[in-house]
DNA sequence: TCGCATCGCTAATCCGATTTAGCAAAGGGA
DNA sequence: TCCCTTTGCTAAATCGGATTAGCGATGCGA
C-alpha cells in the first residue's frame, strides 16, 4: 500500500544530481562546497515535493551517531515518580531532536548488562542510568557517555549525576514551621533523631534530617520507620500521641503523613489546628488530602530534564568528572500549617 | 579509553576465515551452508574471546528491520497508569528482545507526525498507539504496522485495538454488590443514571454504566461528575447524603470514591458497616484508604503486554483487520464491602 | 581417464547515507 | 597563447553487516 521510502538516490535523480551533491545540500554543507544556489533550489525543491526525510539507520552507520539515548531504570518507570522523570526527559530530548529508549533492569545484573549491549548496539549516544529512590549504585564498565539520575556512583565514576537537593529540602521543611512560628512541641515521623536512624540505604533519610539539624529548628522527639509506608506513618504517629502532644509534625515524606493524618484524626487532633503537618515529596496524595499537605517536591520532571542536559554537554565538551547536580526541591505550600 | 568495538571483520580475521563465513556461522545459517564443523567452533570460540556483537544499525540497513518497536502515547507515560502499560510492553519486548522506543504527543497532531517520523526514520518495526483514557482516535496515514492500546481508531482502520473490558467490569463491580446481599439503596457516584450522564468522550464511564445496568441489579439514584476528581466525589455524595440514606456506593472511579470516603465519614457514617462502596480502577490509593478499597482493576500491566503480543502477531501473519482485544479487568476484594 | 555432482568456503554486491579526493570548465594573469 | 586558479560538481570509498552467486577441490560413476 505505502510504496518504497523515497532515498537519497531517488531524490538526486529527481533533481538532476549526483548523490553527493544532493546530499551536500540536504546537510547544509552546500554553500561550504560551492554548490550553485540554482542546483540548491532544485534539490531542496525536489526534496521537498518527494517528501525527502534520509534514512536514520543509514546515516547512523555512517556518522556512528544515532540521535538516541537510552533511559535505563532500576523500576522507575512504573512508579508513578518516574512518570515525571521521564516527561522530563522526554522533552529535553525532543527539543533536541533525540529519541529515547527506556528499558528496566529490575535491579537484576544480568538484565542491566543485557540492556546497556541492546542499546550500545544500537549506538545510542549516551545513557542515563536512573533509580527509582536516591541511592549509590554501581556502574557498569565501558558504558560510554553517560549520567547517573537520582543516583549517586558508589566507586567513584567519574560520571555526572543529577541528584535532588535533599538537604536544603530539611532545611526547606524546618523553615516552613519557623516561618509560622514553631519554636518548640516539633515531631519527626519517619526518621531521627539520629542521622542514621531511618531506612537503610536511603539518602533521602540521611539528607533531610542532616537539612532539619542545620536549620536550627528544635526537635523535641522522632519515630523511626523502615519502609515509609502508610501504616507505619499511622503507626508511629499514634504510639507518639500516647505519650506526648505535639504542635507541630515533619513526616518524612507523604506516605507517612497520609497515615499521621489518619491518627491525628483518630485522636480528635485537627489539621492544621491542633497539629500542623510538613512532609516530602509533593505525591499525588498530597493535594488530595484535607487539609491540603504542605509538602517539599521532589522535582522529577526538572530531574529527568536536567540528566538530558548534563548528558548533553558531557557529550559535548570536557566537562569536569563526576560532578554531582543538585537540583532544588520547592516547597508547595499549601493547608497544613497554621502560625502560632 | 574503551577501544573500538569488535566488528565482523575482526572477528573473521582472528579466526582465519572470510567475513561471509563468519557472519554465517553467527546467524546460524552455518549448517544450512555446509560450513564444517570445525570451522564453526573456529569462529565460535573467537566470537566468545573477542566478544563479539553485531552492529545493530549495520544489521537494519541490510535487512530492513531494526528489533525496535515505538510506543507513542498522548502522554500516558507521565501517569501512574501508564506506568504499568510502558512495564508490561517492556517485558513483553524484551521477551521478544526488542527495544522500545517511546513519545508523548501531549496531543498535539505536529508533534505526532513529527515523533512518528522520527520512529520509522529509525526503521521501527511497529508502533504502539496508546491512550491516556480509553477513547476513539484519529489514525496517522502511512503508519505500518500497528495497534492502538486503550483506544479505539475513529474511522476504521483496520489497526488491532487492546481495551480493557469495561462492561464486563460493570457488571463485576455490581456482581460484588448482589454477591453481598445489596438489592437496594445502591446508588452510583460519578456518573449515570442514563449512559450518556458523565465525563464527555469517556468509554469507560459508557461501559461501566452498560455492565452495571446489564447486571440486573437496581439502582436507586445517581450523581454525575464532569471530571472524575476526589472533590466532586466529596461534593457528589454530600449532595446525595442531604436527601438519601444509601446502603451501597458505586464510584465511578477510585478517585471519585476517595471523596466519597470523606463525605461519608463526615457525615458520620461508616465504610462499610453502614455503606458499602465499590469502585473502579484500583488506583494505588485504593489500598491506602482505610478501609482498603473494593474495586475493579485497570488491566494495564496486561494491556501493555498484550499490545506487544498483538503487534508481533499482526506483523508475523495476515491477522483479521479491526480486531478488539478486550482484556479482563479482575475485582479486587478488599474492605469496603459488607454483607447484609 | 573424463565428466559431473557435491562439498566447503569466499568474492562481490547491496542497504542508504556521508565524506574525501579529484575532474572538467571557466576565468585571470603574464 | 599558455598556465594556474577558482568554480561547481561528481566518482568512489566507507560504515558493518547479510546475501547471492560462484569457485576450486574432492569423490564417484562410467
Redesign the pocket.
Known amino acids: 500500500m505505502s510504496r ?8 538526486a535523480q529527481a533533481a ?6 544532493a ?2 545540500v ?2 547544509g ?1 552546500g554553500r561550504e ?4 544556489h ?3 533550489q532544485r534539490v531542496l525543491r525536489a526534496a521537498d515535493e518527494l517528501g ?4 536514520a ?3 547512523g ?4 551517531t544515532s540521535r538516541t539515548i537510552g533511559f535505563v531504570s532500576d523500576t522507575v518507570a512504573t512508579s508513578r515518580l518516574a512518570g515525571d522523570m521521564i516527561k522530563g526527559a522526554l522533552e529535553a530530548a525532543r527539543e533536541r531532536g533525540v529519541m529515547l529508549f527506556i528499558g528496566e533492569t529490575e535491579g537484576d545484573p544480568d538484565l542491566e548488562r543485557g540492556l546497556l549491549h541492546a542499546m550500545q548496539d544500537r549506538q545510542v549516544d549516551g545513557i542515563i542510568l536512573a533509580a527509582m529512590f536516591t541511592r549509590t549504585i554501581k556502574v557498569p564498565k565501558d558504558i560510554g557517555p553517560a549520567v547517573l539520575l537520582n543516583a549517586l556512583p558508589k566507586p567513584a565514576s567519574g560520571l555526572p549525576s543529577i541528584v535532588p537537593d535533599e538537604v536544603e529540602a530539611g532545611r526547606s521543611a524546618a523553615r516552613v514551621l519557623l516561618d509560622a512560628g514553631h519554636r518548640d512541641g516539633v515531631y519527626l515521623i519517619g526518621a531521627g533523631p539520629r542521622l542514621r536512624d531511618g531506612p537503610v540505604d536511603s539518602v533521602a533519610a540521611v539528607e533531610r534530617l542532616q537539612g532539619i539539624r542545620d536549620s536550627g529548628l528544635k526537635i523535641a522527639g522522632a519515630r523511626a520507620c523502615p519502609d515509609w509506608q502508610p501504616e507505619e506513618g499511622l503507626a508511629a504517629t499514634r504510639a507518639l500521641l500516647a505519650e506526648h502532644r505535639p504542635k507541630a509534625l515533619i513526616c518524612l515524606n507523604d506516605r507517612l503523613a497520609l497515615g499521621a493524618y489518619q491518627a491525628l484524626q483518630d485522636a480528635g487532633l485537627s489539621v492544621p489546628d491542633d497539629v500542623s503537618v510538613v512532609s516530602f515529596d509533593d505525591h499525588p496524595i498530597a493535594s488530595w488530602l484535607r487539609p491540603k499537605l504542605t509538602t517539599v517536591a521532589l522535582p522529577y520532571y526538572e530531574l529527568g530534564r536536567k540528566a538530558v542536559e548534563v548528558l548533553f554537554a558531557q557529550m559535548g565538551e570536557e566537562s569536569e568528572p563526576g560532578q554531582v547536580h543538585r537540583v532544588a526541591m520547592p516547597v508547595r505550600l499549601r493547608e497544613s500549617v497554621k502560625p502560632r
Open positions: 518504497r521510502r523515497v532515498t537519497l538516490a531517488d531524490l538532476g544530481v549526483s548523490r553527493t551533491t546530499s551536500l540536504m546537510t554543507r562546497l560551492r554548490i550553485s540554482d542546483v540548491e525527502y526525510r534520509p534514512n539507520v543509514s546515516v552507520l555512517r556518522t556512528g
